[in-house]
């Protein structure tokens, strides 16, 4: 099983970025995808899901309305994009797996390494 996370990067407030995670070793379809993100002292916090048919979404209060959440089932990835970053959008960003739609870190069964994006003021 791999996540493998990318399109991090140093941007300016204000700005976009889109991070991708691309999905092998487990059936992609069959799983929920998140996203959660983790800044330097804090916890891990939740940021967006999906559910296995890309039907429905689920976001975090911080980022409702900036990030957007989606799927290619074709691709096995699972995207997030993320437009008006603020400063405290700065973290190290993990995509995950799960059986079902959660919000709860511990549901996930299986991890990407995490892609950092830091957003300066």
């Known amino acids: 099983v791999q996540l493998q996370a990318s399109g991090g990067g140093l941007v300016q407030a204000g700005e976009s970025l889109r991070l991708s995670c ?15 993100r983790q800044a330097p ?17 689920y976001y975090g209060d911080s980022v409702k309305g900036r990030f957007t959440i989606s799927r290619d ?3 096995n990835t699972v995207y997030l994009q993320m437009n008006s970053l603020k400063p405290e959008d700065t973290a190290v960003y993990y995509c995950a797996a799960a059986r079902s739609l959660s919000i709860d ?4 069964d299986f991890w ?3 892609t950092e994006v830091t957003v300066s003021s």
Do not use: C, D, L, N
């Open 22 to 36: 691309a999905a092998s070793g487990f059936t992609f379809s069959s799983y929920a995808m998140g996203w959660f």
């Open 41 to 57: 002292g804090k916890e891990r916090e939740f940021v967006a899901a999906i559910r296995r048919s890309g039907a429905s979404t």
């Open 73 to 75: 089932s074709a691709k």
């Open 105 to 108: 870190y511990v549901q996930y």
């Open 112 to 114: 990407g390494q995490g």
